[in-house]
């Protein structure tokens, strides 16, 4: 059976081409006469060969009902189990067995490269025997030896291996030489080398590349201790300074020039980034504003967050620090936040710390807010309609209730209980309870820093140890010699 590739047809023709195929070349014998099954879909339609014209164009006995393309196919060149199948099988062998043997000739006797095809038809690239010892004169013994004068890799690599470890010396294509080095001969790992002169940076130098140092820093005088050594480093300190300039476990970044110095201190639990600066003995503290501590109200400004909550009419929308707060709607305008303890208490937000209240286009408030908070904690807001009666009619804030059976519309008095205005919110800023979802995730967040941070440093103490147990050991064997 032979099934190599596809096939088109072309609908009442008995013309047929394939893709992919070999009906000349090929050691199942594909001939004339011989019975061909073609796939349309659920459909088989039985065939037989007239003639072959090419590897990929062949007459059939009668036109094909119907036109497929690239369709599956098989051809019966023998009957299994039969003489013919026998004979099919054998005459394929000793063809086989002849291109074989006339590329082992070709092999032991040209040379150079040459190029063989394999019974399958495949094409392949294959260096005679002389080829191979013309390659392999001059080279050097594997046993090892001494190697006088300059060694010179013109192909740029140049290998070291001892018990299965590698270092490979290599020039790239670029003109850029790097190390190479593998400690199990599986996975090499590069590290390339800068075009100038000076000392290489180890890994851990200043906490670039490495994990990073951990230090103590819990105040200023310990902060301008570190600052007096004049040298950039990444690190974390193990706990928070007085001034908050460095959050305990968080990656910060130092970079000193002269007696000048920038320190960034990104906290690991919000993103939130403080940045302290300073020269000779003055020094700053700054608070990039970002959208880990900003949001957007409902006027477009940017605020101080969080937690935020915005209220909408039918629902709210919580950011991080919000999360689990819920709203139940108690009738209109009528809303209870739960989940919260009052209003943030730092004041960010001025009086009563809570609410930024949609304007219109003259920035005139569209609402007004009342406001009652539970002893335990929660908030009952009331909206109210505000239609800025003192001003002229048509800068006046008209929101229609409803339309009326007429079809006219009946607007909101003044002051009367009303919803959030559609596709608007009021932001409120709240106070979240110790035991808030973002609360558990942040001081969950800070437990596994510390136990990071004590691991390492555990491991530091220990790698520590070691190393000055080898560099003694080595001190008493060099005494030894």
Not at 252 to 258: A, E, T, V
Not at 354 to 371: C, K
Not at 382 to 388: E, Y
Request: with cysteine; aromatic share 8%; glycine share 8%.
């Amino acid at each position: 059976m032979y099934n190599i590739g596809t096939i088109t047809t072309t609908a009442n023709s008995n013309k047929v081409t394939g893709t992919n195929t070999k009906w000349k070349d090929n050691n199942s014998l594909v001939s004339s006469e011989q019975v061909i099954l073609i796939q349309n879909g659920a459909t088989i339609y039985i065939n037989s060969i007239a003639s072959i014209q090419s590897n990929t164009e062949i007459t059939l006995s009668f036109p094909v009902p119907a036109s497929v393309s690239n369709a599956p196919y098989q051809i019966l060149t023998t009957m299994v189990n039969s003489v013919s199948d026998a004979a099919n099988k054998i005459v394929a062998m000793n063809v086989a067995n002849v291109q074989f043997s006339d590329i082992l000739n070709r092999w032991a006797t040209e040379s150079g490269t040459i190029t063989v095809t394999l019974p399958d038809g495949t094409t392949q690239q294959l260096r005679t025997a002389k080829e191979m010892d013309k390659l392999l004169d001059g080279k050097f013994d594997k046993a090892g030896g001494v190697v006088k004068g300059n060694i010179n890799a013109e192909g740029g690599l140049v290998i070291a291996i001892k018990d299965n470890t590698f270092v490979q010396l290599k020039a790239t294509d670029a003109g850029k030489p790097a190390l190479l080095s593998s400690p199990d001969n599986k996975k090499f790992n590069t590290h390339n080398l800068q075009n100038k002169s000076g000392t290489v940076m180890h890994i851990g130098d200043c906490g670039f590349g490495g994990l990073g140092e951990q230090l103590d820093l819990p105040d200023w005088n310990s902060i301008n201790a570190l600052i007096a050594e004049n040298k950039s480093r990444i690190y974390i300190s193990r706990s928070s300074n007085e001034l908050n300039a460095i959050k305990a476990y968080a990656p910060s970044f130092l970079m000193q020039i002269g007696n000048t110095w920038v320190n960034i201190s990104i906290n690991h639990i919000n993103g939130r980034m403080t940045v302290s600066t300073g020269y000779n003995d003055f020094k700053t503290i700054t608070t990039v504003y970002s959208t880990a501590n900003t949001t957007k109200d409902s006027n477009g400004n940017l605020k101080a967050a969080s937690p935020i909550v915005k209220v909408f009419a039918d629902h709210i929308e919580t950011n991080d620090e919000s999360e689990g707060v819920e709203m139940e709607r108690l009738g209109i305008g009528h809303y209870l936040i739960k989940g919260v303890v009052g209003f943030n208490a730092d004041g960010a937000w001025g009086i009563n710390n809570g609410f930024v209240i949609p304007q219109d286009h003259n920035g005139r408030n569209m609402v007004l807010i009342d406001y009652k908070v539970r002893p335990d904690g929660d908030i009952e807001v009331f909206v109210f309609h505000q239609q800025n009666a003192d001003m002229p009619e048509r800068f006046q804030n008209k929101r229609i209730k409803y339309i009326d059976k007429d079809g006219n519309p009946v607007y909101y008095e003044n002051y009367e209980l009303c919803d959030v205005p559609e596709s608007r919110w009021i932001d409120m800023r709240v106070e979240m309870p110790v035991n808030s979802i973002y609360n558990l995730k942040q001081a969950e967040a800070e437990r596994l820093a510390k136990e990071a941070a004590e691991k390492q440093a555990e491991e530091d103490a220990k790698k520590a140890e070691l190393e000055a147990e080898q560099a003694e050991r080595e001190a008493v064997q060099t005494g030894e010699q």
